[in-house]
């Protein structure tokens, strides 16, 4: 029932979605890169806000560690719990507000499952040819009978990772551990599916080397006034509640 509500309205979308780019690019491979690219700009919202969330964690762990570090020191047992959780009410925080770290890719998993449900049952793309892979419903087989897609996901993955901005090593270590998590579960996938999930991961590692370049190289972008305010702080001060409904919204449409 849970996969009924959450996920095969996904799959509905993204099937209908896919077919209509074939179409229109005459390429099921190509379709495949316009899918991704169409869901990344569909899920940026829900991402920014994923973000805003992860900064939201990373900033009172930066403020409780030093002070749960002094309490462990000084105290043991029963006193110890006791003096933590007064320290968690003082700062309004629960433990399990701790999965705010993991928002990002929590967001990004039923987009996934809805695109491996989907390719895994087209009819359409089994048999069909791209490049180097033989069949786009199977796995590729590149070196010798191994996988190569998956590898080169995990790769993008990791580089994304690595290249985003204010990421502590405990969210790379994170990273690395849910990019090895998604090579051990994705190594028998289609490589029609591999191709979409890395494509996605693609965009996202693009838009942070961007940053990199844009900082490092001291590049001043001219904003876009609309009513005497720059567009980009318009976009900024925007709730979270206004961007998750244009997305949905969006992806109605």
Sequence with gaps: MLYQYTIY?????????????????????????????????????FMKWAAKLQKEEKRLQDIMKPQIDAIKSKSTGAEQY????RMYQR?????????????????????????????????????VTWGFVKDLGKPDALLSGY?????????VNLLGAYTTSGFSKRDRLQAVVIAGLFLVLLYTAPS??????????????????????????????????????????????????????????????
Aim: glycine share 4%.
């Design 9 to 45: 309205p996904i799959e509905c979308i993204y099937k209908v979605l896919y077919l209509f780019f074939a179409e229109a690019l005459d390429h099921y491979g190509l379709a495949l890169i316009a899918l991704s690219l169409l869901t990344s700009v569909i899920i940026r919202p």
């Design 82 to 85: 006791q003096q933590i959780q």
């Design 91 to 127: 700062y309004g925080y629960h433990p399990v507000m701790a999965i705010r770290s993991a928002v990002g890719v929590m967001l990004q998993i039923p987009f996934l499952m809805a695109a491996f449900y989907m390719l895994s049952r087209l009819p359409e793309i089994q048999g």
């Design 147 to 155: 996988n190569v897609f998956p590898f080169l996901m995990t790769v």
């Design 192 to 253: 029609a599916l591999l191709v979409y999930w890395t494509c996605n991961n693609f965009w996202t590692l693009l838009g942070n080397l961007e940053d990199i370049i844009i900082k490092k190289c001291n590049i001043n972008i001219p904003d876009v006034w609309v009513k005497g305010r720059p567009v980009n702080k318009l976009i900024n001060e925007m709730p979270d509640a206004l961007y998750i409904f244009l997305a949905l919204a969006v992806t109605v449409c």
